[in-house]
């Protein structure tokens, strides 16, 4: 089944696949055709996010397992709906949970598992030849084993034998249990060691080897645990020749143990991003490819799931094959699913960032992405342009002197490699160093012009990759590369630009398997690759997790898959971006929340309307940074003077208005307080994120307590001191957002209604159905209370009960009501939102505060109508709804075939029980806009079979 809306769970111990399935007939309700499930296959235990896999070929225990899958899927199929799920094909945990994992580490290149990693096995650092760098350690590596914090230890229930350290476990090799236990002369020690001595090399788990173990579990239960346990004392750190032994028994393992800073430059496997407790695997290797998915194409060929979303398509090594490879099995399972009189069509979507101009790939044979383009499209289109020169001179005054965003990215870029991503760099320049080597016309490009280029490159590389194959690059990646190349020309000197041009050849410019040699070729498409895979980490990293908390002009567009630089984007590039999606990829996720945004939906739709009143804005912004001078620390908290030093400050005020929940009284001790921990969680993240005032590797204590502290001094709720919620602060505070959060409602319910019916397919996260002023993770992952929600009917609603839910708007009933009328109509009228999207024009002296288009299927009309720019205009009634008069006229006009008496005589308010009057050619935004912010009009044929 297609999706005609789906709903992202996020699933954990907290929330369960059972605690999903008793909350079905209220998804059911709100229209939605299909549960989106976060990662379910194992996870390590006490996962949050679930993209910490450990077993692809099980379903998590602890969310309950494939009976409780099962049973979902069940409960999904008989209310029509289906259930699409997110798989993991390019990481999984480093985990002693991770059977694969812990076999590599234990038999190192001999492990049936050594080619399922991204690992690099002839690491040109002499000391890792052969091994795996292991960068687990909270110290150096020497403190640990002289502390005795590394220990020889051996499990009990299976006899295996591994080193200990704190929570972690290492698995010791099978070749070195024959050491260990004949450390010990004791007749048993002996007789086990005799065993193990008797493996033949590379044995891991064959019927020997566990024969073996299981004699030491025997043992272990019996007579011979005190000599065993004797054999192991020998090893520890207690005493000198205990710690000698003990290191020279870690010198002999597969894995290097090592200091976690040190997994930055030495690292020789692929990480997820920075993230040392996430290994890379090789999807494109046949047998990784079968091992991580047969679970998957079991559960579609039994109709548990009906689809797919790829996390990070941009990690692996050639994201078209992997999606045609997906497609085609997925595909193969058709029969199977016939049988059961379900679709065979699989739903693929991919999570992938698009940069400013990149379409995604027409030939993936995917149905669409997840929906961050569309995120930024909405976002974009409901700010006002005209707020950037004003809010980008404030944001200067209190940052004299900071680079642009372009050079502030450069910069972020250069940070990064030089202290986040220098093994995967360097990796790089030793791939093309052994090119320029491999050739006499090359052989004397050195490594160090050859480092310098790659740098500039990958400093000005302006997407998150390009897609290469052996036959070489694809012509659609031309403008970003040569927009990278003119800027890397630019910062190198001369003499470097002819290594640039070689460069582009060796990444793909020329087609890898044109090269001379077999040799050659093999070695430009692993360059090309590791290339490609270096560059979203950068992206990601630098941008979003770097970037996005240093620039502070305004915060509801430093989000996933924006560009921060472009505050707005006018109402004709919103249509065309709609028209390009529904021509290529209908159905594409629409996205306005995930569990990876930045703020919540409506976080961002309540800062939008700063845009609209930068001078408001900035007298208030001003206003409060005076009236807490006295609050912010004046010393020195180790780096930098003021804590929190103004560009800090600013970005928390915006936080502050953002996520103050609607209602929030400025007397209200509890509710200032809940806010304040939330602000605190934001804070001290944005702060190391941004690297600059602190950072996670060496966290600036004195800096971070020192902001931490001014939150709650200036909420009036410092430890020690009396309450003083009556402020001028606070009041002042309450008071701005009471300015703003209505028009920042009517944005919401304009971005919500645009997400119901743009083409594509509605995505709603966890808990968004009502009002979102979330912030970033760990905030927008909170449980949600389901049970506290209300469901309906989904039909429309009276006059009388449209005006109480706007009127009683803080509660969010309208919200959800708007989503549940949208979906459901979609439901009725399935062909309604999958075909035609015509941009309406809107006419009169108010046409630029509102967005009109309609969706036809030939037979039946629907007219989407949403405000926007409201808060220069009159709210009615300090209601989320602009006074009709206020319109003065200005109107929407009709297409052409809806300009008839007999179609015009249809017109209805598809959210609302009333009729619509068009005159000839338009309609009066006065009378659709008339009781809320929003309309979807419908001219539905009635006389049609249906």
């Not at 679930?50 to 069940?74: F, K």
Request: proline share 5%; charged share 25%; with cysteine.
């Amino acid at each position: 089944m297609i999706p005609r809306a789906t709903l992202r769970l996020q699933f954990r111990r907290e929330f369960t696949l059972d605690d999903a399935t008793r909350r079905l007939d209220q998804f059911a309700a709100l229209g939605l055709s299909h549960v989106y499930a976060s990662p379910l296959q194992r996870a390590r235990s006490g996962s949050t996010y679930g993209y910490d896999v450990v077993d692809y070929a099980t379903i998590n225990p602890e969310l309950g397992g494939e009976v409780a899958l099962r049973n979902l899927a069940a409960g999904l199929r008989q209310r029509g709906m289906g259930l699409i799920l997110d798989i993991v094909p390019n990481h999984m945990a480093t985990s002693y949970e991770n059977e694969w994992w812990r076999q590599v580490l234990e038999g190192g290149g001999s492990s049936p598992y050594a080619e399922y990693f991204d690992i690099d096995w002839q690491s040109p650092d002499p000391v890792l030849q052969g091994k795996v760098l292991a960068p687990f350690l909270g110290q150096p590596y020497g403190d640990a084993l002289a502390s005795g914090d590394l220990k020889l230890c051996v499990d009990a229930l299976t006899g295996a034998f591994y080193i200990a350290y704190a929570t972690q476990r290492f698995p010791l090799a099978l070749r070195d249990y024959a050491a260990v236990l004949g450390s010990n002369p004791h007749t048993v020690c002996k007789r086990l060691a005799a065993l193990f001595s008797e493996l033949a090399p590379g044995a891991l788990n064959n019927r020997y080897a566990n024969e073996a173990r299981r004699a030491v579990v025997t043992e272990m239960s019996g007579d011979g645990k005190a000599c065993i346990e004797e054999a192991v004392a020998q090893y520890s750190a207690a005493t000198p020749e205990g710690l000698a032994r003990l290191h020279r028994l870690l010198e002999r393992q597969h894995y290097r143990l090592a200091w976690w800073r040190n997994a930055a430059e030495e690292i020789n496997w692929r990480r997820f991003f920075e993230v040392s407790d996430l290994v890379g695997m090789r999807a494109d290797r046949e047998e990784v490819f079968n091992d991580q998915h047969a679970l998957i194409f079991r559960l579609y060929a039994e109709g548990i799931i009906d689809g797919v979303r790829v996390d990070h398509i941009d990690g692996l090594a050639n994201p078209r094959t992997y999606c045609l490879q997906l497609r085609e099995q997925l595909e193969a399972q058709t029969p199977a699913r016939q049988a059961l009189g379900l679709s065979g069509t699989p739903y693929i979507v991919v999570e992938k960032i698009l940069s400013e101009g990149e379409l995604l790939a027409a030939d993936w044979r995917i149905d669409g992405n997840t929906g961050y383009d569309f995120m930024d499209e909405v976002a974009s289109v409901l700010h006002d342009e005209n707020g950037a020169a004003p809010l980008e001179a404030l944001w200067q005054t209190l940052a004299p002197g900071t680079a642009s965003f372009k050079d502030g990215l450069h910069a972020a870029r250069q940070q990064l490699l030089a202290e986040h991503f220098v093994a995967e760099f360097e990796a790089v320049v030793n791939l093309l160093h052994r090119i320029a080597r491999s050739s006499v016309t090359n052989r004397d490009v050195s490594r160090s012009s050859l480092r310098r280029a790659l740098h500039a490159l990958l400093v000005c590389f302006p997407a998150y990759r390009l897609y290469g194959e052996k036959s070489g690059r694809r012509a659609v990646n031309a403008p970003r590369l040569q927009a990278a190349l003119q800027g890397a020309r630019e910062m190198l000197r001369v003499s470097d630009h002819a290594t640039l041009e070689m460069l582009d050849g060796w990444l793909g410019g020329e087609a890898p398997a044109s090269a001379a040699t077999e040799f050659e070729t093999e070695l430009r498409c692993r360059a090309m690759i590791k290339f490609q895979q270096l560059t979203p980490p950068l992206a990601a990293k630098s941008l979003e997790d770097t970037v996005f908390y240093r620039h502070g002009r305004l915060l509801s567009r430093n989000e996933v898959g924006s560009n921060p630089e472009r505050l707005a984007r006018s109402v004709d590039e919103f249509h065309q971006c709609s028209l390009e999606r529904q021509a290529l990829f209908p159905q594409s996720l629409l996205a306005t929340a995930s569990h990876d945004h930045k703020r919540g939906e409506d976080t961002r739709m309540r800062l939008a309307v700063l845009s609209e009143l930068p001078q408001l804005w900035q007298a208030a912004s001003s206003r409060w940074h005076a009236i807490n001078a006295e609050l912010r620390f004046a010393g020195e908290p180790g780096r930098g003077a003021e804590a929190p030093d103004a560009c800090d400050e600013y970005m928390l005020y915006q936080m502050l208005i953002a996520a103050w929940p609607p209602g929030l009284q400025a007397d209200d001790v509890e509710g200032l307080r809940a806010l304040a921990t939330r602000l605190g969680e934001w804070q001290l993240k944005a702060m190391r994120e941004a690297k600059a005032r602190s950072d996670w590797m060496l966290p600036n204590s004195a800096y971070e307590e020192a902001s931490r502290a001014f939150i709650d001094k200036a909420l009036g709720l410092a430890d020690g001191e009396p309450a003083t919620f009556s402020s001028a602060f606070v009041k002042d505070v309450a008071s701005f957002v009471a300015r703003i959060e209505v028009p920042g409602i009517i944005n919401s319910l304009s971005q919500t209604l645009l997400r119901m019916t743009c083409p594509g397919i509605p995505d709603l996260y966890q808990g968004t159905d009502r009002w979102d002023f979330s912030l970033v993770d760990p905030d927008n992952r909170r449980a949600v209370t389901y049970d506290a929600q209300i469901m309906f009917e989904g039909g429309c609603v009276s006059s009388a009960c449209a005006s109480g839910l706007l009127e009683q708007w803080r509660d969010g009933r309208i919200k959800e009501q708007l989503i549940s009328s949208t979906l459901n109509l979609r439901k009725r009228y399935p062909g309604l939102f999958q075909s035609a999207y015509i941009p309406l024009k809107i006419e009169g002296p108010y046409a630029a505060h509102a967005l009109a288009f309609a969706r036809h299927d030939g037979r039946d009309w629907a007219i989407v109508i949403t405000t926007r720019l409201a808060a220069s205009l009159p709210a009615h009634n300090g209601l989320p709804l602009v006074e009709p008069t206020a319109w003065e006229g200005t109107r929407v006009l009709l297409p052409e075939a809806l300009q008839g008496d007999a179609r015009r005589g249809r017109l209805a308010d598809a959210l609302l029980h009333r009729r619509i009057i068009a005159d000839d050619d338009g309609i009066e935004l006065a009378d659709a806009l008339a009781v809320w912010p929003v309309a979807l009009i419908t001219c539905i044929d009635k006389d049609a079979a249906r």
